[in-house]
């Protein structure tokens, strides 16, 4: 039985075109520039580096002697993400008609979550926000960010469903025993660790039920 959902939030609560997670890369690639002296191709690369070696850039940053990682965090997350984002009448009444538990589990930090959550109007259905602190930086993929999020919550991996549209970062999750959902808008062949893929999250409620019916 599933009693908690763990939700990705960029690119996950909304849609890519929103063009949020754009502009976070943008500023990736220009904190990289200015803080580094790169020009911004070699940004550009050393953003795709840390990414594919670490798995999200903020690791990567972490173990940059040359960054600091809290000025990039708030540099790069300072957005006005109301300028990307409306309240979503659907994502809320989604989100009400589903009884589990609700929690975020995103690789950005807390105060940008919660300033996401309330943008989309739907901050009021999480029971708290897991991020990249709590995680000590070392974010999704690593497997011991998943275990720390059960041992918070105080579930075990099948009691959980996780929500991301990095397919990667499903991977650790199912390891766990948990099912999990892909958000794929572009759709595409899923990997074995996929549990159910969706154009659109709002199809999340019937894979639920037919997830149920099936265990
Ligand atoms: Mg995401």
Same mark, same amino acid.
């Given at each position: 039985?599933?009693?908690?959902? /763990?939700?990705?939030?960029?690119?996950?609560?909304?849609?890519? !075109?929103?063009?949020?997670?754009?502009?976070?890369?943008?500023?990736?690639?220009?904190?990289?520039?200015?803080? #580094?002296? #790169?020009?911004? &191709?070699?940004?550009?690369?050393?953003?795709?580096?840390?990414?594919?070696?670490?798995? $999200?850039?903020?690791?990567?940053?972490?173990?940059?002697?040359? /960054?600091?990682?809290?000025?990039?965090? $708030?540099?790069?997350?300072?957005?006005?993400?109301?300028?990307?984002?409306?309240?979503? &009448?659907?994502?809320?009444?989604?989100?009400?008609?589903?009884? !589990?538990?609700?929690?975020?589990?995103?690789?950005?930090?807390?105060?940008?979550?919660?300033?996401?959550?309330?943008?989309?109007?739907?901050?009021?259905? *999480?029971?708290?926000?897991?991020?990249?602190?709590?995680?000590? *930086?070392?974010?999704? &993929?690593?497997?011991?960010?998943?275990?720390?999020?059960?041992?918070?919550?105080?579930?075990?991996?099948?009691?959980?469903?996780?929500?991301?549209?990095?397919?990667?970062?499903?991977?650790?999750?199912?390891?766990?025993?948990?099912?999990?959902?892909?958000?794929? %808008?572009?759709?595409? %062949? $899923? %990997?074995?660790?996929?549990?159910?893929?969706?154009?659109?999250?709002?199809? #999340?409620?019937?894979? #639920?039920? $037919?997830?149920?019916?099936?265990?």
């Amino acid at each position: 039985m599933i009693r908690h959902i /763990l939700f990705d939030l960029d690119n996950t609560l909304y849609a890519p !075109q929103a063009g949020l997670m754009d502009e976070l890369d943008r500023r990736i690639v220009r904190y990289f520039a200015e803080e #580094l002296g #790169l020009r911004l &191709p070699e940004a550009v690369r050393r953003q795709a580096e840390y990414c594919w070696q670490y798995g $999200s850039c903020t690791e990567g940053v972490l173990r940059d002697a040359e /960054l600091d990682l809290d000025a990039f965090l $708030s540099a790069v997350h300072d957005i006005p993400v109301e300028q990307y984002l409306a309240p979503d &009448p659907r994502l809320d009444a989604l989100l009400r008609r589903l009884p !589990q538990e609700k929690w975020i589990f995103t690789n950005a930090p807390q105060e940008y979550a919660r300033r996401v959550l309330e943008a989309l109007g739907v901050a009021h259905h *999480f029971r708290g926000i897991f991020d990249i602190r709590f995680m000590d *930086f070392v974010g999704k &993929p690593e497997p011991t960010a998943y275990r720390r999020v059960l041992e918070a919550i105080g579930a075990r991996g099948k009691e959980c469903l996780m929500v991301e549209d990095a397919v990667a970062n499903l991977a650790p999750a199912r390891a766990l025993g948990m099912t999990t959902v892909w958000v794929t %808008p572009k759709g595409g %062949p $899923s %990997p074995p660790w996929v549990g159910v893929a969706l154009s659109d999250l709002m199809e #999340l409620e019937s894979a #639920l039920r $037919s997830k149920e019916d099936g265990s």
